[in-house]
């Protein structure tokens, strides 16, 4: 993408420098053409009159003002073929695992949205092995979901876990502000898994400059394009984290003097999350894009403009929780939601999915009653003290983000905890149902 | 009207954005629509600022690879929409193009599709004869599209008054073809045919009185028509965070109030939700006619992915479709989710022209704009003494859940019907969250819905609702008590306050909207149960001890909730009604 054409011209003034833009007087440049300034990739963001404004992807950090820029007339593009599968590439699509250049077709990257009416009902699910989304929060193919997670959190070995797992054909992570420690964790559990020919990442680390993680997302979702509408497949998109991407967006725009609006954020920042979630889709062709997403957020604040906006645009968020009780993470059945999972469970699940799931958490959270209840020096009733060893049990052998079993097991699992602890009557499920699955007396 | 024109041309000087500034060499005027003339297509615009010999134009695409110098056309038109027979069941995009027949799997840049098709031939009634005399909106004909009356009227734009020296006999016609002509004042004719535009930012008022509304508005949801009515040509707004099931219950409107004609406005949000609508409503039967919901149904569809400029286009092309079947005497409703979205394209725009912001970088005529466009709903009554009208319902999203934001404080000013959708009942599955306290009617306070009320469901039923309110906020005040001095440091009778108001909330305002028969509630069968519920308050009971009061309330609860999901009056209906007396029976103090 960065080879440029003979007798190109070649400015040398450069007129203004921020920390992320430069601007120069030049001709006949379109707007969001790309640029490089000393040899660092950069995009026109504005142009007035032969002024024009870029911002540099690389940081303009010892940008001199009579740097050479050069126009590539075009906007940037990512070189899309079968050769994608198995590499790690940077936010400009070149290869960092010591591999070929790709050979491929050259596509420009955040291209046109689908027309709505071309869209097809999601309507299969798309499975992790983790109960606390199966069985609680079923993900459907075509669907955006987000974790709303505390730094702190283990989300990155969560999505590696996804990614291992899941049913796609392929998996295309987007790695926004890893640490290098992170990015060696992805490199090294792709490897290990042996999984490493159906996935592929595009990785920009803490150690390349902010501004480049802007192009990662439209990288990422422009190869999972050219799978799910070219080869028809199930392509799973993971991008983490979303918050340095919003946060890179809002360094751009405060230097290029926009007004903020809440938390520091550009008042665009709806319409800039929305066009990059709503890459997924469901073709009726049967390729399909999945997005799961990580979003850290602040001491679990989902009102700050990051997670606030992104909640508007995605089907759904999953929390991740430590629960003391069994020492491990879970999946928090209470805060998390998947609004497209009615359109699958018991339809392309079995049939007692929906009565088990709700089942299950209500049992839940009539234990966190009873747990409240302790806290508070009252007495408890059998039943809450039945609900509470249940609690413990469904944590540990479902929500627990280590457990690893298909959706059938999970509701086997599920029916054998309500026989340890309950009567019938006090799961309140449909009779037929409990006729069927109900465990038999020992 | 059309004589040909020189209009003004321009090139492009700056791009910011979907932002472009235009040099031009002759008048502009605001809101005029101009096309850019990029490489191979042209990509429409609007003016959004004029300043000296630059119009600020908003493109309604991708701005991507244009270049200053790049020329542009001005058309002397503003923003207009497409009227005529064959807009029902059509998906549309923000700015009238019909997305089901453009090409791809992809939205093309500049692929603008017809709104209408003038070539379909439709069945022409004419109501009128040659000498009568006729203004803008008079009827001149009428076909029937979908099996709805749809009239063809006297071009909204024609001023003055007009002979009608021909018009065409009984038959089928195309809808391009001249269907009658007029004369005016000094003889000028003018063709008419099925089709006419209009510019959608402008208001069409072709009616001649505009009355307080006083029609209820059936909308089935308990919650709204019991409580917190609506009306024929009332306006009413959603606010609530995400996941508090502001579409579901817009979608649940959208399938079950009586109306005519639905337009529904997806402006900004998720493209999976308008996939939803696509799929269902061509299945799903109009309780009213028995035939598919679709064909009463208008989609606009502008999903967030779609160019942000046409977000604000959208509702107002959704509005003045709207207006086109008001003014054929029908009762249209309008819905737009989210006009947040909309409020925010606002916003974008405001600060890319360096505009001094309002709060939260909102520009400062936000409320104006807003109660603008919620004026233009109404009820109306049309020259010919028919009525018509409009009622709008708008959802907010409001950041982070806080209604203390600009657009929801806007919409509250303009609108006259509050639903909150609480994120407190949406947590406990208490379905639709609309919080029965905090939300409000105007409506049900005017003299003239109330006359309505008492004479078309029952002499005494605002007195009912007011009851009903005040029971539910003695419920709440009973439940602050208990928590604060446990079951057993309050009297007997807080719990059963506290329970009476469970009953109002599990029996009336919570509703399934995903069961056959709960989620449509008719106003006869609210009437029933209303006054069922009413007599459980009225009744008093006598426990032993507080222990008693919730097992005892939710066994009634649970009789009642079978009620709900039976067929009203039907067998299984009474039974539960009966098994519901015998319970009351039980601790029934004589």
């Known amino acids: 993408m960065r080879e440029t054409k003979a007798f190109q011209k070649i400015y040398t003034r450069i007129t203004q420098i921020t920390k992320a833009t430069c601007s120069l007087q030049a001709e006949d440049v379109g707007y969001e053409e790309l640029a490089s300034i000393n040899g660092r990739l950069a995009q026109v963001v504005k142009i007035m009159g032969d002024h024009v404004t870029l911002q540099v992807f690389g940081g303009t950090e010892g940008i001199p003002s009579n740097a050479e820029v050069m126009f590539f007339g075009h906007p940037p593009t990512i070189k899309v073929g079968e050769d994608l599968a198995g590499r790690f590439f940077n936010a400009f699509g070149e290869p960092i695992d010591g591999g070929p250049e790709v050979e491929g077709e050259e596509r420009e990257t955040g291209g046109p949205s689908v027309n709505p009416v071309r869209r097809k009902q999601p309507s299969e699910l798309i499975t992790t092995g983790i109960a606390g989304i199966d069985l609680n929060n079923t993900i459907v193919t075509g669907q955006k979901i987000p974790f709303f997670s505390d730094p702190d959190q283990p989300y990155n070995q969560v999505m590696a876990m996804v990614a291992l797992r899941a049913e796609a054909d392929k998996i295309i992570l987007g790695g926004m502000g890893l640490t290098n420690d992170d990015y060696l964790f992805y490199k090294n559990v792709f490897d290990n898994a042996g999984a490493l020919d159906r996935i592929i990442s595009f990785v920009n680390t803490t150690e390349n400059p902010p501004v480049e993680r802007l192009l990662v997302p439209d990288m990422a979702l422009t190869a999972a394009e050219y799978f799910a509408v070219e080869k028809n497949e199930k392509v799973l998109v993971l991008l983490t984290d979303m918050t340095l991407y919003a946060d890179a967006l809002s360094i751009v725009s405060n230097r290029m003097d926009q007004i903020p609006s809440k938390d520091s954020m550009p008042g665009s920042l709806y319409s800039d999350l929305a066009r990059i979630y709503e890459k997924a889709v469901q073709f009726p062709e049967g390729g399909s894009i999945t997005i799961i997403a990580v979003t850290t957020i602040s001491g679990g604040d989902i009102t700050h403009a990051i997670p606030d906006n992104t909640g508007y645009i995605t089907e759904g968020q999953l929390f991740l929780r430590r629960d003391s009780d069994i020492g491990k993470v879970i999946v928090d059945p209470f805060r998390s939601l998947s609004r497209l999972k009615q359109l699958v469970i018991g339809k392309k699940t079995r049939e007692d999915h929906p009565q088990v799931m709700n089942a299950a958490i209500r049992l839940f959270a009539d234990a966190a009653n009873a747990k409240t209840k302790l806290e508070n020096g009252f007495d408890l009733t059998h039943y809450d003290e039945r609900t509470l060893h249940f609690a413990k049990e469904y944590s540990e052998q479902l929500l627990a983000i280590d457990v690893n079993m298909n959706v059938d097991a999970m509701l086997n699992t599920a029916w054998k905890l309500f026989e340890r602890h309950f009567k019938p009557a006090e799961v309140s499920i449909r009779e037929e149902l409990v006729n069927k699955y109900w465990v038999k007396e020992h | ?520 509630t008719p106003m006869e069968r609210q009437h029933y149960m209303l006054d069922k519920v009413l007599e459980v308050y009225h009744t008093d009971f006598s426990f032993e001890s507080f222990e008693e009061v919730n097992p005892f309330f939710k066994r009634i609860i649970n009789s009642f909730r079978q009620m709900n999901y039976a067929v009203f009056r039907s067998d299984d209906f009474n039974r539960h009604e009966k098994e519901l007396h015998n319970i009351i029976e039980e601790r029934k103090t004589a």
């Open chain 2, 1 to 520: 009207m059309s004589a040909a024109q020189n209009y003004t041309a321009g090139k492009i000087t700056g791009i910011i954005a979907n932002l472009v500034i235009v040099e031009v060499d002759g008048p502009v005027s605001q809101n005029e629509i101009c096309f850019i003339q990029s490489e191979s297509v042209k990509l429409m615009a609007e003016v959004i600022k004029v300043n000296d010999n630059k119009a600020y134009v908003q493109v309604f695409e991708s701005t991507r690879g244009l270049k200053p110098g790049t020329l542009v056309e001005f058309t002397g038109a503003m923003l207009e929409v497409t009227l005529g027979p064959g807009l029902l069941s059509r998906n549309y995009d923000g700015l009238q193009h019909n997305l089901n027949t453009m090409e791809g799997l992809f939205l093309k840049k500049g692929d603008y599709t017809r709104a209408l098709d003038e070539d379909c031939i439709w069945p022409f009634k004419p109501v009128v004869k040659a000498g009568d005399v006729v203004q803008a909106g008079d009827f001149l004909g009428e076909t029937i599209e979908n099996q709805v009356r749809h009239r063809i009227m006297v071009p909204f734009k024609f001023e003055d008054r007009y002979t009608v020296k021909m018009v065409a006999e009984e038959g089928e016609y195309e809808a391009g073809n001249t269907i009658a002509v007029l004369t005016d004042r000094k003889n000028n004719e003018f063709d008419i045919t099925m089709i006419q535009k209009w510019p959608v930012k402008l208001a069409v008022r072709s009616y001649r009185e505009k009355p307080r509304p006083f029609k209820l508005l059936e909308t089935k949801i308990r919650t709204i028509d019991t409580l917190n009515p609506i009306v024929e040509g009332g306006t009413g707004f959603i606010p609530g965070p995400f996941g508090s099931g502001k579409t579901v219950l817009q979608h649940a409107i959208s399938k079950q109030a009586d109306a005519d004609v639905v337009i529904i406005a997806a402006c900004g949000e998720r493209a999976n939700e308008v996939v939803e609508i696509f799929a269902e409503f061509p299945k799903l039967d109009d309780p009213r006619t028995g035939r598919k919901l679709m064909e009463r149904t208008i989609i606009i569809a502008n999903t967030s992915n779609m160019p942000v400029a046409s977000r604000e286009a959208s509702v107002y092309t959704a509005m003045t479709i709207g207006e086109y079947y008001r003014s054929m005497g029908l009762k249209v409703l309008l819905l737009a989710d989210s006009t947040s979205r909309w409020a925010q394209a606002l916003r974008e725009m405001s600060n890319r022209m360096e505009e001094l912001p309002g709060p939260d970088g909102f520009p400062v005529d936000l409320p104006a704009i807003i109660s603008n466009f919620y004026s233009r709903a109404g009820y109306v009554y049309l020259n010919n003494g028919e009525t018509g009208s409009i009622t709008f319902i708008g959802t907010v999203s409001p950041a982070g859940g806080n209604l203390k934001e600009p657009v929801t404080e806007s919409t509250k000013k303009a609108a006259r019907c509050f639903y909150a959708l609480s994120q407190q009942r949406a947590d406990s599955k208490r379905y639709p969250a609309i919080d029965p306290i905090e939300s409000y009617s105007k409506y049900i306070e005017y003299p003239e819905l109330q006359e309505y009320l008492a004479k078309h469901v029952s002499e005494d039923w605002v007195g009912k609702v007011m009851q009903v309110r005040n029971i539910l906020i003695r419920g709440k005040e009973a439940a602050e008590q208990i928590n604060i001095l446990g079951d057993d440091g309050v009297p007997m009778d807080y719990h059963q306050i506290l329970w009476k108001a469970e009953v109002i909330d599990f029996v009336i305002l919570q509703q399934d909207a995903f069961d056959e028969i709960d989620r449509s």
